[in-house]
């Protein structure tokens, strides 16, 4: 019975540290042209046959810079953004920018509780607890209370005022150095905010698939190789009303389940209501998306 406990724990343990090494990536539009192969009438996904036109480009999520000047770079996002130099942030997590404050801060922060809690503790003794006879005992001058200290917030020095915390992000930019930001020099796209609206809902989705599929493989007593990097490509057709009409598997990560999840994750989150017109031909939308699962 205890040796099955234990071996519950480290399935857990495992599991988790295969989920805190995840990021939800390469979001991408392909602008192509697609042919449909025979009998597409059928039940079964239809199976497209690829012809690109252009090059893929990668919607990526930024920190704003000041400079706004268009540039070449492969990055579609927000806005254009430019930056002297390109950083991700090294903490993986839906995406959020570095706050202002001190990186230390949240330790100030339970030190500075811990003081007031034993302030109290012995502010609320009395001299009959500890044997004192009250009219012998010498008065003691009530201190005058502290001012309130500001509580220093979580973040970096050069962080953005209206954030808190450290940096975060879920893209897999493999070509980017770590850094505390993510600052990325980025093209503004027409259709980023429609790229948004499913990346949110999917993120609601794609962890906890992940590790339900985690769980099934380790109790299955089968490994994943490590430091690998693990991409399930998907091609997605939606209808005028944000429908999915189907889902292909573009390209596989070699483990079936992590494939599974990637779809599952997809047929969760939809519908996706309003597809910009722009991008529908004869009534559909297409869009390439990629899941990554760093191991």
Not at 89 to 114: C, D, E, H, I, Y
Not at 228 to 255: A, F, P, Q
Request: hydrophobic share 35%; proline share 3%; aromatic share 8%.
């Amino acid at each position: 019975m205890e040796q099955t406990k234990n071996k519950n724990i480290l399935y857990v343990l495992i599991a988790a540290s295969f989920i805190i090494h995840m990021a939800i990536s390469w979001m991408s539009l392909s602008d192509t042209k697609f042919s449909l192969l025979p009998n597409a009438d059928e039940p079964k996904p239809i199976r497209m046959k690829l012809m690109p036109t252009k090059e893929l480009k990668q919607i990526v999520q930024s920190q704003k810079s000041l400079d706004n000047t268009k540039n070449d770079s492969k990055l579609l996002s927000e806005k254009n953004n430019t930056f002297a130099r390109e950083t991700k942030a090294s903490t993986v997590g839906v995406f959020k920018a570095a706050g202002k404050g001190q990186r230390n801060a949240l330790n100030q922060k339970t030190r500075q509780v811990s003081k007031q809690k034993t302030k109290r503790k012995f502010k609320n003794i009395k001299l009959s607890d500890i044997g004192i006879n009250q009219k012998t005992a010498p008065k003691v001058l009530k201190k005058k209370k502290q001012a309130k200290v500001v509580q220093t917030r979580k973040g970096l020095k050069n962080g953005d005022v209206k954030s808190s915390g450290l940096g975060r992000t879920n893209d897999f930019l493999a070509d980017i150095p770590l850094g505390d930001f993510t600052k990325l020099n980025t093209q503004e796209y027409e259709y980023y905010g429609f790229y948004h609206r499913i990346r949110q809902k999917l993120e609601q989705f794609w962890g906890l698939n992940i590790q339900e599929q985690a769980n099934k493989i380790f109790k299955q007593g089968r490994s994943i190789a490590s430091d690998s990097n693990l991409i399930t490509g998907l091609t997605i057709r939606l209808n005028e009303r944000g429908e999915i009409v189907d889902i292909v598997l573009k390209s596989t990560s070699g483990v079936k389940e992590l494939d599974d999840a990637a779809v599952e994750s997809f047929n969760q989150a939809g519908p996706f209501p309003n597809p910009p017109k722009g991008m529908l031909q004869n009534g559909k939308a297409t869009i390439d998306w990629g899941f990554v699962v760093n191991t």
